[in-house]
């Protein structure tokens, strides 16, 4: 999202830009340890080793909680539904190039649901539950909680098994996960949005100074380049796999 302050058409809150381009670039070193990894140049179980399956978590948490966190300001600017229905269908196509992208490169495990297409759908429930205040807390707690409940669930029924199957996983009420390589359903990750937006309505209420300009405007260069970063997460995103891949590709055809 375009995140500007609460007076209509000024500057933009570079704060939350930064923090969105940490997860960039958190993202981009992992991305880049990733396709090592599959071009051979690393040894690494990307799925099942915990030092990289909790970056992980961390990398999506943050995108997803300061998509929150934007859906928040985006409200209180009174942002309205044709603005956010533009931003929305870009995400939505991006989704939809992902998976075309990812059939590709991984046939077997190609990505039918994941950061995108899970923000997708959650930014549309995210904005429709935008007016219940503190009731978000609690939904985001319940919906974290549900991925536990929904795990001892699956042990004293049997005939949970569908909710495994494709057509119905992108929910999150899974007992294993499946073959694909990103997934971020409803469950847990919904909570984590919702939590996003239950303190963006916090923090422009109670603490509005931490969405200020720094004093003089000047945030340094590397304040800089994250916020710039920020702004264009969802065009980073779709191309930095590709140059990543295609320069591996580019080493490993000289070598």
């Given amino acids: 999202m375009n995140f500007k302050s609460c007076r209509p058409g000024s500057a933009r809150f570079d704060s939350i830009d930064a923090l969105r381009g940490v997860a960039v670039v958190w993202m981009s070193v992992y991305h880049f340890c990733f396709d090592l990894n599959h071009f051979g140049y690393l ?3 990307f799925y099942l080793d915990p030092f990289w399956t909790w970056q992980r978590t961390a990398i999506v948490s943050l995108f997803l ?3 929150g966190l934007g859906q928040a300001i985006a409200v209180h600017q009174g942002q309205n539904w044709r603005r956010f229905w533009r931003r929305w269908g870009q995400v939505a196509a991006c989704a939809l190039l992902v998976s075309a992208g990812s059939y590709w490169m991984y ?6 649901f994941g950061v995108l297409h899970g923000m997708a759908v959650m930014l549309l429930i995210v904005r429709l539950t935008a007016g219940w205040g503190g009731w978000l807390w609690v939904l985001g707690g ?3 909680a549900m991925q536990f409940i929904a795990f001892y669930g699956h042990s ?5 098994g569908f909710l495994n199957e494709k057509s119905f996983n992108w929910l999150g009420l899974i007992s294993r996960k499946p073959i694909t390589e990103d997934y971020v359903p409803l469950i847990p990750w919904l909570g984590v949005m919702w939590w996003g937006m239950a303190f963006g309505i916090w923090a422009l209420r109670q603490r509005p100074q931490w969405f200020n300009p720094a004093p003089g405007g000047d945030r340094g260069p590397v304040m800089r380049g994250l916020a710039w970063l920020g702004r264009w997460s ?4 779709m191309l930095h796999q590709p140059v990543l891949i295609g320069l ?3 080493v490993g055809g000289l070598a």
Avoid: D, E, V
Avoid at 234 to 237: A, G
């Fill in 107 to 112: 046939p077997q495990s190609f990505i039918y």
């Fill in 156 to 160: 004293i029924w049997a005939g949970g």
């Fill in 248 to 250: 591996l590709m580019a």
């Fill in 43 to 45: 040894k690494q179980n």
């Fill in 142 to 144: 319940a919906a974290i």
């Fill in 65 to 67: 909680f300061t998509a």
């Fill in 234 to 237: 969802l065009s980073y995103y």
